[in-house]
């Protein structure tokens, strides 16, 4: 069982760098974990993708609806954002250097892997990756695996 953040679970549905690798690794795990607030960031790369002329509209249809299919089939399981959480990322926050630049949602994903009792975090993002070792995460790639 794994933590992906949502760019990971956004590259499982695209041809990018490193897309057949990340396919490999999230089914070879069978269920991979993230923080809810994923499935509507992968929601919205797909939208991105529409608008910037990436997909037509019969595609971004198609991977919308492969994504919703697979998250009923249980690939990907969400998990919740509480005020619990939500308390934690801010205190978070209040711990973290000022030279350190995160994101909201990302220091969402962080809280909750570390909350969750996840070691490790996959995710291409530098600043996350960056962040993760105030939240007692390793960040990994599929590269670095």
Same mark, same amino acid.
């Given at each position: 069982?794994?933590?992906f953040d949502s760019s990971y679970i956004a590259k499982f549905y695209l041809d990018e760098p490193e897309s057949a690798a990340v396919r490999h690794l999230a089914e070879s795990l %069978? @269920? *991979?974990?993230? !923080?809810?607030? %994923? @499935? *509507?960031?992968? !929601?919205?790369?797909?939208?991105?993708?529409l608008r910037e002329g990436a997909f037509d509209t019969g595609t971004f249809r198609e991977v919308i609806a492969q994504f919703d299919d697979d998250c009923g089939q249980?690939?990907?399981?969400?998990?919740?954002?509480?005020?619990?959480l939500?308390?934690?990322?801010?205190?978070?926050f209040a711990r973290l250097p000022r030279p350190v630049f995160l994101r909201s949602a990302d220091a969402v994903h962080l809280s909750c892997a570390h909350e969750h009792?996840?070691?490790?975090?996959y995710t291409n993002d530098r600043h996350m990756s960056a962040a993760a070792r105030y939240f007692r995460l390793k960040p990994l790639t599929v590269a670095s695996r």
């Open positions: 069982m794994s933590y %069978g @269920q *991979v974990r993230c !923080a809810v607030i %994923g @499935q *509507v960031e992968v !929601a919205a790369v797909f939208h991105r993708k249980g690939l990907w399981t969400w998990l919740p954002l509480t005020t619990a939500a308390a934690m990322t801010v205190a978070a009792g996840f070691p490790e975090i």
